[in-house]
């Protein structure tokens, strides 16, 4: 077993913009993230790593910190780096926040024995597990004493509970006020801006942070489950029913794989095959993407668990972020989302997803919702409000805008705003026209920019609208302007990239290589931002 030497506590600085009931609280997780203090010890520096034991990961030293990037090929990149970093290129690296941490710190936690959880990156998913379970195994997570398993053990640390509002752990209810749809009749689409009522909670926000939503599964859908299991939707499990359990506490969008190891010791022959080499990520049949929970049970019929032990073989349902779409000086006490809902058909089945219906169609306008507030990751408008803004967001990646260009209005900032905003239609899917058209008409917003990809012969997008404004655009970013951009970060996100590179090669007459160092010096120096996903 390798020995570490606990790190000290890591204090945060009274010059830090918190609170001392905020300084005090992460003081505390710092502590607690990097082990007990040790009287006397130094204390370490970003990344540094305790004298006896590896580098720790570090979002400054994170080649493969790319939301784009293949799981092989990070981990291509990490084979040679220390245990810590391996953990930290099988994130799905993004630092979106959902699982409590940002990268780096996740696989910390990991390798220091304070977080044995392993199946908390949503967006790396089973591919995500899949590698930290391989990693666990090659060297032991958390110095090689880690439980091969996604389960908290004994000896593994309690996470640290923050602030009441402040982190998932600790949520708090607030009142959910009203959705509205977004769509005019004839979009391909659902989306809704949705209201929540903050007064008697604590949660304060900035505009670019993003909103924790607890959701609850459809009814139908629970159901269905109990239906196929055999099962009675009464039976108390622990303090709640069978039923409620499944529609509250257990996920059942992608069937994990340990539902499939406990299928496989419940059937034989070639289906036990089948459920063996689901478990360990094969795809027998070609149909793995799209098995739920439901449709694995529909896949094995001849397998039916205890109730008792089938939830143990679910995973937790997680909670949801959502970027804000309002400003907290000019939306008082309340916060607002822009969600699409989404709905799709597979195999004569309607599949839906879990948070984005809870809140367009199931949850009654009135009622309680659980909530929290995660802090957002370099991603917020320049402290410096003379500072031009360029902000590019189609879809519902307009929410973090939306709330930009109202914090500028509330704030009268005296620097420009440029929205490159686009869709699928101009007439169904023109989301906020009314906001956006006075915003231009009362000079906030300076320049807008559409591209809809349905309204012509030849699909049009935001990077192209950037291409054909690339003079105007070298302009804003030579006169010290700030990109901004909002959505998929594996596509539009990377296209968006392409064409500031192309701008800065065409208008800015730099290199090929030139042009990639420039989009990398606006990132460096905090006037590139994206919030992706």
Known sequence: MTQHVSPPLVLIPETAPFDPDQRAWLSGYFAALLGPAVEGATALAPGEAPASGPKLADNDDAPWHDPSMPLPDRMNLAKERPEPQKLMAAMAQQDCGQCGYNCADYANAIFLKNEARLNLCQPGGKETLRMLKKLDEEFGAAGGSAPASDAPSAEAKAPEIGPLGLCRENPVEALFLSRRRLNDPGGEKETWHIEIGLDGTPIQYEVGDSLGLFPANAPALVDAVIAELGARPERMIGERTLRDHLLINYA??????????????????????????????????????????????????????????????????????????????????????????????????????????HLGERLPEQTKVKIYLQKAHGFGLPADLSKDVIMCGPGTGIAPFRAFLRERAATQAPGRNWLFYGHQRQASDFFYKDELTKLKDDKVLTRLSLAWSRDGSEKTYVQDRMRENGADLWKWLEGGAHFYVCGDAKRMAKDVERAIIDVAATHGQKSPEDAVAYLGALKKAGRYQADVY
């Open 252 to 357: 059942l969008g992608a069937a994990p794989d340990n539902l499939y190891q406990l299928l496989s010791l419940l059937t034989s022959g070639e289906a036990r095959k089948k459920a063996q080499a689901l478990a360990s990520g094969e795809d027998p049949d070609g149909d793995a993407a799209y098995l739920d929970v439901l449709g694995a049970l529909h896949k094995f019929r001849g397998a039916r668990p205890d109730a008792e032990v089938f939830l143990e073989a679910l995973d937790e349902l997680q909670p949801r972020l959502y970027s804000i779409s309002s400003s907290p000086k000019m939306d008082v006490g309340r916060v607002s989302l822009t969600v699409d809902a989404v709905r799709y058909n597979h195999r004569s089945r309607l599949r839906l997803g879990v948070a984005s219906t």
